[in-house]
């Protein structure tokens, strides 16, 4: 299993560039998150989904838009690059479980992302 | 919203010191997680705690649960030049949100 992919892995934007990040998961996991990284920093929660069709913002939504059209995917959007945007990103996904407790999250490798 | 502190931001140890990174969360969590990040690389996994005052042992790391649920904590006994990197602890409440704290940064010196 590939387990949790992240595409591209390095990428240079001018500022007011579109992208997107990629993340594509093989583990039929129902949860999947986004995180960005700022230098020397923990890890702060843009958007997550609970499924197919369900998303929900996370701590710092501001300049980003997600869809979760499949299981597998996760697309990390970005419409009006800045440099405050400037970070390395996570996608990390998890299984559901039956009772309320959370699985582990299982990280891509991460996209780190350049606004100049 | 739910925060999640943690200190210290950053720990230089002589290697075979111990050390240990503290956590606390503004809101009651369900269960509370603990990841390792070396230099360059993504968080891992290392443990989930989910009952009040739980303790759980891997090898020369000891975790907690605080009786609140609010607090944990990370002990590493006789670090190594392996234990060197980030650690973080994630909060998990009950709106499937995983919050994390800003981490630990754990230098040793030979």
């Known amino acids: 299993n590939a387990g949790v992919t992240q595409t591209p892995k390095f990428r240079i934007l001018k500022i007011g560039q579109s992208m997107t990040l990629q993340c594509a998961q093989d583990m039929n996991h129902n949860y999947m998150y986004w995180y960005r990284q700022d230098p020397g920093m923990g890890l702060k929660l843009i958007y997550y989904?609970?499924?197919?069709?369900?998303?929900d913002k996370g701590e710092v939504p501001n300049g980003y838009n997600v869809s979760r059209s499949t299981t597998e995917d996760f697309p990390l959007r970005l419409e009006l690059a800045a440099p405050s945007q400037t970070s390395v990103y996570f996608c990390?996904?998890?299984?559901?479980?039956?009772?309320?407790?959370?699985?582990?999250?299982?990280f891509g490798s991460g996209t780190q992302l350049s606004v100049l | 919203g739910q925060q999640v502190m943690q200190i210290p931001q950053y720990q230089h140890v002589q290697e075979g010191e111990d050390f240990t990174t503290y956590c606390n969360s503004s809101?009651?969590?369900?269960?509370i997680q603990w990841y390792k990040q070396r230099p360059g690389g993504h968080p891992v996994f290392l443990i989930q705690?989910?009952?009040?005052?739980e303790v759980k042992k891997q090898k020369r790391l000891t975790f907690q649960f605080g009786e609140a649920k609010k607090n944990s904590s990370l002990h590493i006994t006789a670090t190594q030049t392996t234990d060197v990197g980030t650690y973080f602890c994630?909060?998990?409440?009950?709106?499937?949100?995983?919050?994390f704290g800003k981490g630990t940064r754990l230098h040793i010196l030979p």
């Open positions: 989904s609970v499924g197919a069709g369900i998303t």
């Open positions: 990390a996904s998890r299984r559901r479980q039956a009772i309320a407790t959370n699985e582990k999250l299982f």
């Open positions: 994630a909060g998990g409440g009950r709106d499937d949100k995983i919050i």
């Open positions: 809101t009651t969590l369900s269960n």
């Open positions: 705690l989910v009952k009040s005052g």
